[in-house]
């Protein structure tokens, strides 16, 4: 069952500015990310904006934004096809277990200006408490 949905959109131009700061890329994305992004040269701005625009949308599918959610807790890479893939850690992982989430469906688009990303989010619903 879809127990949440996210979409979010990142004007890349956004990404330029903290290109030119590694300290604000450090804080945002996991080692692994980022080093994966920067591997793809002229087209990194674009797959950081899209990662971004990820971790946005996770933070909707799970409900509560990304209050109490450390960004680098979420990974975002592509697996040995290209098809992006979600990881995971921490405060991220704890946030995805409270909606009951056992499955991440992810999809990622970019284009010169903007960085779209989808996350569907499968489980088991869980009852909210009634007090």
Not at 33 to 56: H, Q, V, Y
Not at 97 to 115: C, M, Y
Request: glycine share 10%; aromatic share 6%.
């Amino acid at each position: 069952m879809i127990v949440g949905i996210g979409l979010d959109v990142v004007h890349v131009n956004r990404l330029e500015h903290w290109k030119k700061t590694p300290a604000l890329l450090s804080r945002f994305f996991h080692p692994d990310e980022l080093s994966a992004a920067m591997s793809r040269g002229n087209s990194a701005i674009l797959s950081l904006a899209a990662r971004f625009a990820a971790k946005e949308a996770f933070g909707k599918a799970v409900g509560t934004g990304l209050s109490g959610i450390t960004l680098k807790n979420i990974m975002v890479v592509n697996n040995h096809n290209g098809k992006p893939c979600m990881y995971l850690f921490g405060n991220a992982l704890e946030a995805f277990e409270r909606v009951g989430g056992r499955t991440i469906h992810l999809s990622l688009t970019h284009e010169r200006d903007n960085a779209l990303a989808m996350v569907v989010i499968e489980g088991d619903p869980v009852e909210p408490d009634h007090q």
